[in-house]
């Protein structure tokens, strides 16, 4: 009974206007635990904060480096190393920031729970700032994405003033939306997390993140349109280096999947929340 009120479409809409409403309200607070989640996450090392802007951009090279010269025979190309570079940081940029988002959801609440006992502490705010706190993330790997691109001479500007906000929209919505749902479930099921990792640990390979346009083998591509975190990534490429994946509506279709993501997420949420207390 309890998913069939998540899944109620009334609802869900109705979801979507109590979201902003929460935000509205609570703006400040979001603001000042995005921030402090961003400096606990790195405190007491030697280079401290540094580490928002080392870590994700060491993480992404390294990638790189790895599929476009090591594997580079077996992916192929497409034209060039930097139109490559360019087309996997568009892809892993979302990729990183989400895995990392999603990864820390997981024990948004049951890492909290003093503060989830506090009956006054609006308690959504955990799931949104682990959310939020990987924009620094997301951003870092966009910067080195369009200056790959730029490089090699598929960056088009109007096309990345164009599209970007929706890619970035779509990204916050629907990584929301997922960092909501997995912080309640993360509350009840403690394996989780494992789970979480297992599906990020191949996830990599299901996307087409390492894949030049073209490279994947016939099924995956195919699936590649029924996957929402495809078409997120699609949404990217198409802002950063231009339309050079197959035909596909993402820029259409990953908006309304991200509102949907977001509304499931809030309504999973807020109806799972009264039993937090209890199962802490």
Request: net charge positive; glycine share 8%.
């Amino acid at each position: 009974m309890v998913f069939l009120r998540i899944l109620n479409p009334a609802a869900g809409l109705l979801a979507l206007g109590d979201a902003a409403r929460f935000v509205g309200r609570h703006h400040a607070l979001v603001a000042a635990m995005t921030s402090r989640e961003l400096k606990d996450r790195y405190a007491g090392q030697v280079l401290g904060a540094a580490w928002a802007v080392i870590s994700p951009m060491l993480t992404m090279l390294i990638y790189v480096w790895v599929f476009t010269f090591i594997f580079k025979s077996r992916l192929g190309a497409i034209d060039n190393t930097a139109a490559f570079t360019a087309y996997a940081l568009a892809g892993l940029a979302p990729w990183v920031a989400m895995s990392e988002a999603i990864s820390r959801s997981v024990g948004a609440v049951t890492y909290n729970s003093n503060l989830v006992k506090q009956i006054v502490f609006p308690v959504e705010v955990l799931p949104l700032k682990v959310a939020l706190a990987s924009f620094p993330t997301l951003a870092i790997g966009l910067v080195l994405a369009i200056g790959a691109a730029s490089m090699s001479g598929l960056l088009d500007v109007g096309a990345l003033l164009l599209w970007l906000p929706v890619a970035l929209t779509s990204y916050l919505f629907f990584v929301a939306g997922l960092c909501f749902a997995l912080s309640a479930f993360g509350v009840f099921l403690r394996d989780l997390k494992d789970i979480i990792a297992f599906i990020l640990g191949v996830g990599l390979f299901l996307n087409p993140i390492v894949y030049p346009p073209g490279g994947a083998p016939p099924w995956l591509a195919e699936s590649f349109n029924y996957n929402p975190v495809s078409l997120m990534i699609f949404c990217f490429h198409d802002a950063v280096v231009g339309r050079v994946d197959p035909p596909n509506y993402a820029l259409i279709a990953m908006p309304i999947i991200a509102i949907i993501v977001l509304s499931l997420g809030w309504r999973a949420f807020r109806t799972l929340k009264h039993a937090f207390g209890n199962a802490l």
